[in-house]
């Protein structure tokens, strides 16, 4: 199993280890509740070193990704990057991702762990017809997350760059704790925050100095019911090779433009669509059966109860004409839910 560069870290700080997409990961230290508030109130960080780094880089690098991705990489001028997926020719999606413009010439593309072969491969297939470069650099770099509304507060007296003036979704190189770093204020959990591209020699400096100045250790834990409550998608969950992205809350993200499996993509029917539900008994589970007046009108794929709401909240795939006053079974027994808007809580609140 793989080990990230700070896994000696995890276990000095009590980290429980689970594996995750062949990764040895701590699921949470403390608590899921009190890593999740943290976030939401304070400031928290993750090892997400399990992530895949790509780099695409040559004179044809733009055309190249507006033609691999949904998004349209040419809005980002150097120092921006976007939300984005890979679409497969089937009408689904490969994996969803974040495209970062590092220079007029060259992208890095960040990836799902459990994906980063799959994605090499289909990202080798397109290439052929492109003057492209690509490397998979994803053994290069460690990656650390800091997220929460403190995150800006604790992260600048450690950096050397002035943070206040970058907008969301920013990238650029800094030096944190004195380590040479390339930072991006992106993120996973709907806060505001940094993630921290550093050499794994020199991840545990930053882990260290950020934990010391005040952020949180957060776990696998936390981060699922972060993203949940941000109306956030896991890979393999609400989104895989079978799932047409338009019939998503996320279909904002396919621009008018080409695109490999553009037609299969338009083509594709929306009988199903992803939602999010919201509960005020029972906590909703991943498989959980969705029903209308008894019939089964879909399933829950990810499910847990909010820590801010402190009501189940789930997201699932349902028929389209199911309505908006559902059930889920929980243990056999239909509890009342509705179809609510995502995201779940309110976000970025200083």
Not at 1 to 13: F, G, Q, R, S, V
Not at 322 to 333: Q, S, Y
Request: negative net charge; aromatic residues 8%; charged residues 25%.
């Amino acid at each position: 199993m793989n080990k990230t560069p700070l896994y000696d870290e995890h276990l000095a700080l009590g980290g429980r280890m689970v594996e995750f997409a062949g990764w040895e990961l701590p699921v949470m230290y403390s608590s899921i509740t009190k890593e999740h508030l943290a976030v939401r109130q304070g400031v928290g960080i993750f090892d997400v070193s399990h992530m895949g780094e790509f780099f695409v880089r040559g004179s044809q690098a733009l055309e190249y990704l507006r033609w691999v991705t949904l998004n349209d990489p040419a809005r980002l001028k150097v120092g921006r990057a976007q939300y984005s997926m890979l679409p497969n020719d089937r009408g689904g999606v490969v994996d969803d991702i974040y495209v970062y413009r590092v220079a007029d010439d060259e992208y890095l593309v960040v990836v799902n762990a459990a994906n980063v072969e799959k994605d090499w491969a289909h990202m080798n297939e397109l290439a052929g017809n492109f003057d492209v470069e690509l490397e998979n650099a994803s053994a290069n770099w460690a990656l650390m997350a800091l997220q929460g509304p403190r995150a800006e507060e604790v992260l600048q007296p450690l950096c050397d760059v002035e943070l206040a003036g970058r907008r969301k979704n920013s990238t650029f190189t800094a030096s944190v704790a004195g380590v040479p770093v390339r930072l991006a204020r992106t993120g996973y959990t709907g806060e505001d925050g940094f993630e921290i591209f550093a050499a794994p020699e020199a991840a545990a400096t930053v882990w260290r100095a950020l934990i010391g100045a005040g952020a949180v250790p957060a776990g696998l834990g936390a981060r699922d019911t972060l993203r949940l409550e941000a109306g956030f998608p896991l890979y393999g969950h609400e989104l895989t090779d079978e799932t047409n992205p338009r019939c998503t809350p996320l279909a904002w993200v396919i621009k008018d433009k080409g695109y490999y499996g553009r037609q299969a993509i338009e083509s594709g029917d929306c009988r199903r669509r992803l939602v999010g539900l919201l509960m005020e008994r029972g906590i909703p589970r991943e498989g959980y059966r969705i029903l209308r007046g008894g019939d089964v009108v879909g399933e829950v794929t990810s499910g847990t109860q909010s820590p801010v709401l402190k009501k189940g909240i789930a997201l699932g795939w349902v028929e389209s004409d199911a309505g908006t006053e559902l059930e889920v079974e929980v243990r056999g027994k239909p509890l009342p839910a509705r179809v609510v808007p995502t995201p779940f809580v309110e976000l970025g609140k200083k």
